[in-house]
Structure formats: C-alpha cells, structure tokens
C-alpha cells in the first residue's frame, strides 16, 4: 500500500510540472509570435501582438516656445556712478557744504579742511613757479648773449638743462593742485584744500562733521551715488549657462512691488565661474528714475529668450541607454524602430528635442518598454 502511495504521489508531480512546462512553453511560443525583427533592427508587430494595445502613438509637432530662467539677483550701483568720499591729508575740517539727500554735480564743494600736508604742497608749487621764472630768464639771457657772440655755448646748454628741469618740476605741482580742481592762479598760501565731488549724483550717505579731525588712511566719511541707473547681479547656475548665451534683455521682480516689471539689459556675464557657488555672475543694467531699486536690494530675475518653433515630446517617450537618448519611431503601421534624439530642457512633463525627430513623425509616447524588452 505504502509503495502505491508514493508510486501515485510521484506521478501527480510529475503530471503538474508536464502541465506548468507546457504552458510556459505556449506562453514563450505566443509571446515570439507576436513580433518579428528584421535584418535592420525594425521591430514588426504581429496582426495578433498583445503588445500593440499597450503603445500610445504621439504625432510630432512644431509649436512656438519661449524659455524662461528664473534666478536671484542683487541691486548694485554702476561703480563709474558711485564714489566714498574721504580726505587725501590729514586735517581738521573747518567748513561743510554737504548734506544727507543733497543733489552734486561733479565739482560741486563737499567741505574744507586746514591740512599741513596742503600747505606743503602749496609751497613746493610756489617754489617751483619762481625756479621756473628764473629759468625762463636765465635762458632768454643766454640766448642773447650767444646771439650777439659773447656768450659761451657752454652756459647756453646749462640754461637749457635747467630750464626743462624747472620747467618739469612747475607742471608737476600745477597738476598736482588740479587734482583737486584747485586753479593755480588763484591759489594763495595757506587757504584750506577744499574737496568736491567726482561725480553727479545724490549723497546718500554723510559723517562729515565740522571740526573733526580727518586722517589721510581714515575710511570713507560720505558716499554720493547716482541711481537712476543702476546694475543688477543675477546668480546663473553653471548648467543653465547655454540658455543665456545669446540673450539681450531680462525681467526683474522685486518684492515690494509685485505688480512692476521692471526691465533690463544684460551688461556684461563673468568668463570665471565662483568655485563654490558653480555660478557665473550676469550683470544688468536697469534704468531706475523712480529709485524703485535700492542698492544692496534681493530681486527676482527672469531671462526670457527669442520665441522659436521647437519639439517637445512627452516624458514616457524618451529612454537613455550607455549616455544616449533614444525614442521609438513609427516607419509604418506596427513597425518601429530605435532612432537616437538630442535632448536639452524638460518641463510640465515634457522634453524638448533638438535632433533626431521632425514634424510629423509618429513616435511612442507610451508602452515603449514593451519594445525595449524585443531582443
């Protein structure tokens, strides 16, 4: 009885696994049926194919695109428009003309300062200004004398040599007092150096005071800026840099008034990215009559390219496989084929294609593993 048993146990397994073997093999023989590939790699599915009912086709089309990159950015002023004001010598101001919001021009006085270092400098010009008159005397005199024969053309030479030598050391303290727009020929000894404003523009900042003693190596003590144009800094990623390449024009955003627009064109782009950033700093200059933009001010910046026709295809439709991007394309009704595309920005869902595929190809958008798994 017990050999019976097992003899009727042994041959129901082996009766399960003839029926699981054949159905697999069924399953394998429906399966290679569905489809067939040709000597060029274009896969052919069969009128029977389970899989065609999984593949979504998507018609490939043109349409008009704008790329918008939005960064950070930060307001600076135009550095030929703004200027820190201190004192080139040592002294005690006696005078101030400035004021906190005052509008300069360039040359406009800022305030006076008594400086001993100034009135060196005033005595080497007045020294200098009679060397050169002797020299210039000296030299006439010469001149005549070798004209009438009883110079000697020895003593004219030395007049010469110290004329041009007297000569360069009277410019360079003419120049050295036009520095400060100081007219020589009004100068008189011992008169405060009165310091004036480079630039037009507006003083925004002031701690000048009268009576204070200013050092030459002491820091700025006022800052007047001009405004109503100023830059600002947009932070670009180093893998969004190819998408402003070869634009003009940009957006700024600012917080405070979320219904302004302000625009702006692009100045100059850093060639150095910041190393710990991996960044490249974009400068912008914006027109700011309203003052809207502050400098030191955290902004919203949108770059927006040329309108152009471009492809998008949906996500699902692209693969990758060894660093390549590939699709399937439709050559005819249920035969498709591997066609290698180009691919640079993705959004909504979707990734624009730069080569590869054309106007009206058919691709599959959807169930295109099932063809990955065709070998």
Same mark, same amino acid.
């Given at each position: +009885?017990?050999?019976?048993?097992?003899?009727?146990?042994?041959?129901?397994?082996?009766?399960?696994?003839?029926?699981?073997?054949?159905?697999?093999?069924?399953?394998?023989?429906?399966?290679?049926? =569905?489809?067939?590939?040709?000597? =060029?790699?274009?896969?052919?599915?069969?009128?029977?194919?389970?899989?065609?009912? $999984?593949?979504?086709?998507?018609?490939?089309?043109?349409? *008009?695109?704008?790329?918008?990159?939005?960064?950070?950015?930060?307001?600076?002023?135009?550095?030929?428009?703004?200027?820190?004001?201190?004192?080139?010598?040592?002294?005690?101001?006696?005078?101030?003309?400035?004021?906190?919001?005052?509008?300069?021009?360039?040359?406009?006085?800022?305030?006076?300062?008594?400086?001993? /270092?100034?009135?060196?400098?005033?005595?080497?010009?007045?020294?200098?200004?009679?060397?050169?008159?002797?020299?210039?005397?000296?030299?006439?005199?010469?001149?005549?004398?070798?004209?009438?024969?009883?110079?000697?053309?020895?003593?004219?030479?030395? *007049?010469?040599?110290? &004329?041009?030598?007297?000569?360069?050391?009277?410019?360079?303290?003419?120049?050295?007092?036009?520095?400060?727009?100081?007219?020589?020929?009004?100068?008189?000894?011992?008169?405060?150096?009165?310091?004036?404003?480079?630039?037009?523009?507006?003083?925004?900042?002031?701690?000048?005071?009268?009576?204070?003693?200013?050092?030459?190596? /002491? =820091?700025?003590?006022?800052?007047?800026?001009?405004?109503?144009?100023?830059?600002?800094?947009?932070?670009?990623?180093?893998? /969004? +840099?190819?998408?402003?390449?070869?634009?003009?024009?940009?957006?700024?955003?600012?917080?405070? &008034?979320?219904?302004?627009?302000?625009?702006?064109?692009?100045?100059?782009?850093?060639?150095?990215?910041?190393?710990?950033?991996?960044?490249?700093?974009? +400068?912008?200059?914006?027109?700011?009559?309203?003052?809207?933009?502050?400098?030191? +001010?955290?902004?919203?910046?949108?770059?927006?390219?040329?309108?152009?026709?471009?492809?998008?295809?949906?996500?699902?439709?692209?693969? $990758?496989?060894?660093?390549?991007?590939?699709?399937?394309?439709?050559?005819?009704? /249920?035969? &498709?084929?591997?066609?290698?595309?180009?691919?640079?920005?993705?959004?909504?869902?979707?990734?624009?294609?730069?080569?590869?595929?054309?106007?009206?190809?058919?691709?599959?958008? $959807?169930?295109?593993?099932?063809?990955?798994?065709?070998?």
């Amino acid at each position: +009885m017990r050999f019976l048993k097992n003899a009727l146990k042994t041959t129901g397994v082996a009766v399960l696994l003839t029926f699981f073997l054949s159905c697999k093999n069924n399953t394998e023989a429906e399966h290679i049926s =569905d489809y067939k590939i040709t000597n =060029d790699s274009v896969i052919i599915l069969e009128q029977h194919s389970t899989i065609k009912s $999984q593949l979504q086709l998507y018609k490939v089309q043109q349409e *008009a695109f704008q790329l918008h990159l939005t960064t950070a950015g930060t307001v600076k002023a135009i550095p030929n428009f703004y200027t820190e004001i201190a004192s080139p010598y040592a002294g005690r101001v006696t005078k101030v003309y400035l004021k906190l919001g005052m509008q300069v021009n360039a040359g406009t006085p800022l305030f006076e300062i008594n400086s001993p /270092d100034f009135t060196e400098i005033q005595k080497k010009y007045f020294a200098s200004k009679t060397e050169y008159k002797k020299a210039v005397l000296n030299l006439k005199r010469q001149k005549d004398l070798k004209l009438n024969g009883v110079g000697a053309i020895k003593d004219l030479e030395e *007049a010469e040599a110290e &004329y041009e030598i007297a000569l360069k050391e009277y410019e360079n303290s003419r120049s050295a007092l036009k520095v400060f727009n100081i007219n020589p020929e009004t100068l008189t000894l011992g008169q405060p150096l009165v310091i004036r404003s480079p630039i037009k523009g507006q003083v925004i900042s002031n701690e000048i005071i009268n009576g204070h003693y200013m050092r030459e190596d /002491d =820091d700025a003590r006022a800052v007047i800026a001009q405004l109503d144009k100023v830059w600002v800094v947009g932070q670009v990623k180093e893998k /969004d +840099m190819r998408f402003i390449k070869d634009l003009e024009s940009a957006e700024i955003n600012v917080a405070a &008034y979320p219904d302004r627009k302000i625009p702006g064109k692009i100045y100059y782009t850093d060639e150095i990215i910041d190393e710990e950033t991996r960044s490249i700093r974009v +400068m912008i200059e914006c027109e700011n009559k309203d003052l809207l933009l502050k400098p030191g +001010m955290y902004v919203t910046v949108t770059f927006t390219d040329h309108t152009q026709d471009v492809v998008f295809v949906p996500s699902k439709a692209v693969f $990758q496989m060894d660093d390549n991007s590939f699709v399937f394309i439709q050559t005819q009704k /249920d035969s &498709y084929v591997r066609r290698k595309v180009k691919t640079d920005l993705s959004e909504n869902g979707r990734i624009r294609i730069t080569e590869g595929i054309k106007t009206g190809d058919v691709i599959v958008s $959807q169930g295109g593993f099932y063809l990955l798994e065709v070998k």
